[in-house]
């Protein structure tokens, strides 16, 4: 009997501290998603750029695309042209 007694109040014990351990939020829960939330507003240079509906001026396409060709061709390999030594009479 005291067995039963000591197993039902371990029991309700574990029950009301799981009780007390979902009531309280812990840090981790309390912080998640602040990281992404700070990289993500960190890498915004103008917030209110959505709201600037006037056209963008700069490059049109045609020469933007001449210059990222030309941009990725200068990180190309380019075969090094032959050198020709001439000696003469000595070693």
Sequence with gaps: MMRYIILITAVIAFLVSQGY?????????????T???LAKYNQILN???SKNLAPVTGLDGR???TINEKYTKSFEKQAKEPMYILSIGGR
């Excluded at 939020?25 to 998603?33: A, I, K």
């Design 63 to 65: 020469a933007a695309h």
């Design 21 to 33: 351990a979902e009531m309280y939020t812990s840090r981790l829960e309390m912080d998640y998603g």
């Design 47 to 49: 917030p209110d750029a």
């Design 35 to 37: 990281s992404f939330r």
